[in-house]
């Protein structure tokens, strides 16, 4: 659980100082395509890393039911029946003690049955510092991802959209470069036949046959 709460600690000081870092160039008003990739990069981040934390805290709640039910089950082998309040009031009150007394100890089974019952007491006792450790910085973070909430949702919209637009965009320039081809081959054929008309008005039989007036057929 150490290990964790260092590294957790450790990820969140990082995304501070991006956060940090990108404020100071908003105070600056700089506004430009790499400072939004970032805001975007850290936005992310902070969610995933709050999802695992989240994650992380529903492991160590889940657990400290599992201890509490085998303190519970142990407690019923000393013969001594509790309810799930009780036995929560047992374990806030942070005294292993509490749990022999009134125990008879007059056999192995009861003695096993109240290490047992100190062993997990002990467990919870951890789990708890952990979870409080833990609980400000996650609901920091919590509150860091709720703000940028409707700022990703407005970055994941522009850049679904932009999508569409640049697909549209290289659709069109397709047609246009088809189209313009198709044009520059028409009018190449123009030319061609404009050409050889001109060619064979220019030689001295066609000439002298149309006397002058096929040339307006051409022009």
């Known amino acids: 659980m150490s290990d964790i709460k260092k590294t957790a600690n450790k990820v969140r000081s990082k995304l501070k100082s991006i956060e940090q870092s990108i404020e100071q160039e908003e105070g600056l008003n700089r506004s430009s395509a790499d400072l939004r990739i970032r805001k975007t990069q850290h936005s992310t981040l902070s969610r995933k890393f ?28 000393t013969g001594r029946t509790t309810t799930s309040e009780e036995l929560e009031d047992m374990l ?23 290490n047992e019952i100190e062993t997990r007491h002990s467990e919870i006792i951890k789990l708890e510092n952990s979870i409080r450790e833990l609980h400000d910085m996650f609901m920091d973070m919590a509150m860091l ?25 290289v659709s069109d320039t397709k047609k246009a470069v ?28 066609m000439s002298q046959r149309c006397n002058g007036q096929c040339g307006k057929l051409w022009w």
């Not at 709050?50 to 082998?77: A, F, H, P, W």
């Open 50 to 77: 709050v999802e695992v934390m989240s994650e992380y805290n529903t492991t160590q709640t889940d657990y400290r039911e599992r201890c509490k039910g085998r303190i519970q089950r142990q407690l019923e082998i």
């Open 178 to 205: 088809k189209y313009q081809s198709k044009a520059r081959r028409v009018s190449t054929r123009q030319w061609s036949v404009q050409k050889e008309g001109k060619g064979a008005l220019s030689h001295p039989v």
């Open 92 to 114: 806030e009150s942070g005294n292993p003690a509490i749990f022999s007394s009134g125990i008879i100890m007059d056999s192995n089974i009861t003695k096993q049955a109240l």
């Open 145 to 169: 991802v709720e703000s940028q909430g409707e700022m990703i949702d407005r970055i994941e919209y522009n850049v679904e959209h932009s999508v569409d637009y640049v697909e549209r965009a």
